[in-house]
């Protein structure tokens, strides 16, 4: 079945480094969407990638997708401690009517 | 901001016991879905619905487990008999329609067994 994998697992950085997390899908996606979930919260919507090489940012994070739609990024420039949380990515295998979550990034900030 | 709510927010069961999860989706969205969340573990996605019937499944959703929504308002996911590893956060996401993609969470019903 279709798979998505984040990578790393966890990381922890100092307040003010940047923080990048990688995603995977074993297939094409007909779209990718990243979220954020604060310690003991629920999935929060952040951005939605649709096409082929897109780059999208917001403040200070920047998202990426792909070529293939296969792979995505999410970068963070100048953390922040309100930034803790695990990230998920989440693909949306085109003709399906589901979106599969990663496996997330734990980002942890120190001040 | 509109909000998915979810209830109860903790239940507690024993094992072989039937349970029922209730969401009370976001008005006029027209996607559902059921994802669950073993603690500190990944999104699994258990099961979407659509039209008043299920869209997909995925290999955890079997027999033990169904959804419905009965008056057109709340959506449930029902546990027939629990196991041990039911034991989770219980996520319901609702969509709005074709062409937007965001997902709405509740804030989860964790499920407890014993």
């Known amino acids: 079945g279709q798979q998505v994998m984040q990578i790393p697992q966890y990381q922890h950085v100092q307040e003010g480094e940047d923080f990048t997390t990688y995603c995977n899908s074993s297939?094409?996606?007909?779209?990718i969407q990243w979220y954020k979930q604060r310690p003991g919260g629920h999935p929060v919507f952040l951005i939605q990638?649709?096409?082929?090489?897109e780059v999208k940012k917001q403040k200070r994070l920047t998202f990426q997708f792909g070529e293939a739609k296969k792979n995505s990024s999410l970068h963070i420039t100048a953390t922040q401690t309100t930034d803790v949380g695990t990230y998920f990515c989440?693909?949306?295998?085109?003709?399906?009517?589901?979106?599969?979550f990663g496996t997330g990034t734990r980002l942890k900030v120190l001040a | 901001e509109p909000e998915v709510t979810q209830t109860p927010s903790h239940q507690v069961t024993q094992m072989g016991q039937e349970v029922i999860l209730r969401c009370v989706p976001i008005?006029?969205?027209?996607?559902f879905y059921w994802y669950r969340q073993i603690l500190g573990q990944k999104v699994e996605f258990l099961v979407s619905?659509?039209?008043?019937?299920?869209?997909?499944k995925s290999e955890i959703f079997d027999d033990q487990f169904s959804v419905e929504r009965p008056d057109g308002s709340n959506f449930t996911l029902k546990i027939r008999s629990t196991k041990l590893e039911d034991s989770a956060m219980y996520f319901c996401?609702?969509?709005?329609?074709?062409?937007?993609?965001?997902?709405?969470f509740g804030e989860g019903s964790r499920l407890t067994v014993l």
């Open positions: 989440a693909g949306d295998k085109p003709g399906t009517y589901k979106y599969i």
């Open positions: 996401a609702n969509r709005a329609g074709v062409g937007t993609g965001e997902l709405f």
């Open positions: 990638l649709v096409k082929s090489g």
């Open positions: 297939t094409t996606l007909s779209n």
């Open positions: 008005s006029n969205h027209l996607y």
């Open positions: 619905f659509y039209n008043n019937e299920i869209s997909e």
